[in-house]
């Protein structure tokens, strides 16, 4: 299936046609770099809603870069890794909501409903460092009823309070078949997959990481479920 550059969004017939049948947008942007996960972190959601990106090769990043999606721009969309491997990201911030995704959001009201309008799948992060203080994940700082599955996470993840190897915060989200690796840092409420959870769904997800915290810590969840 052909992707379309982040930078120059076109339309394709056939594609369209496909994502229109399952209720998506038909627009699919192709990210190719680090530039294009930079153009990711800086656009407006609100308008964007189940867009596709697919990853289309392994990405290499050597500078900071920002989280993608906020509380008041969260992510919404599907993000396909395509089974390729970002590594190196180095992400820090101070403050709340920080991963390679900061908050990411479907609006269906609880894990029954449909349609699940924000999906992360085969995604690979390796050798990152993620820094934060509240709702830190390496994959997400905060999972708002989106769907994470097949991803896996490498490195080094710190913050304070609800700190996950993938997920920092998940409140309603569904999270499979996923596993982190390395270490992870905080105070409290600190998981290899989700630090705290809040009615979500795991299942078929493991973790040899590293956990170093004070109470509430668990290999897969820290605290909740």
């Given amino acids: 299936r052909k992707a379309i550059p982040i930078d120059k969004l076109m339309r394709i017939d056939e594609i369209k046609e496909k994502l229109k049948k399952r209720g998506l947008d038909e627009r699919i942007y192709e990210i190719k770099n680090c530039e294009d ?3 990711l ?3 407006n959601y609100s308008n964007k809603k ?3 990106y697919v990853l289309t090769r392994d990405i290499k990043c050597s500078s900071y870069l920002n989280p993608i999606g906020n509380f008041v721009n969260p992510f919404m969309g599907i993000f396909d890794g395509n089974g390729y491997i970002i590594s190196n990201l180095k992400i820090s911030k101070k403050g709340f909501h920080v991963g390679l995704f900061g908050y990411i959001k479907s609006m269906k009201k609880t894990i029954k409903e449909c ?3 924000t999906i992360i799948a085969n995604l690979n992060l390796e050798n990152i460092i993620v ?3 509240d709702s830190i994940g390496g994959l997400a700082g905060v ?6 599955i097949n991803c896996r996470v490498n490195g080094k993840v710190e913050g304070t309070d609800k700190v996950g190897g993938l997920i920092g915060f998940n409140d ?3 999270v499979l078949d996923s596993y982190s690796t390395g270490t992870l840092t905080g105070n409290k409420y600190c998981g290899g997959i989700i630090g705290y959870d809040s009615e979500g769904f795991v299942k078929g997800c493991n973790s040899d990481m590293k ?3 004070l109470e509430h810590y668990g290999k897969i969840v820290g605290y909740g479920g």
Wanted: glycine letters at 12%; charged letters at 25%.
């Fill in 37 to 39: 996960l930079v153009k």
């Fill in 41 to 43: 972190s800086e656009l």
């Fill in 50 to 52: 189940q867009v596709r």
């Fill in 115 to 117: 349609p699940i309008e």
């Fill in 131 to 133: 820094t934060g203080e």
């Fill in 143 to 148: 999972n708002d009823r989106g769907v994470i």
């Fill in 172 to 174: 309603n989200g569904i």
């Fill in 211 to 213: 956990i170093n915290s």
